[in-house]
């Protein structure tokens, strides 16, 4: 399972569990903005999506076997 979250140059948002959440929440770091005409997210210029695993956190505490 993936989560999701937006980076600005200056600011890094929360993990979430689906991208629609985390695009209603760029907004907040000022990633981007929801379009009301088309009801898309439009990413500001140096916003990056950084998608992740769940279970990352988890696997790099392993070591090989």
């Given at each position: 399972m993936s989560r999701y979250r937006f980076i600005t140059p200056?600011?890094?948002?929360?993990?979430?569990?689906?991208?629609?959440?985390?695009?209603?929440?760029?907004?907040?770091?000022?990633?981007?903005?929801m379009d009301s005409r088309t009801g898309r997210f439009v990413a500001y210029v140096g916003t990056k999506l950084e998608i992740g695993s769940l279970h990352e956190?988890?696997?790099e505490g392993l070591e090989p076997a």
């Open positions: 200056n600011r890094t948002g929360k993990w979430y569990s689906d991208l629609e959440t985390a695009k209603q929440f760029a907004a907040e770091i000022g990633a981007g903005f956190d988890l696997e």
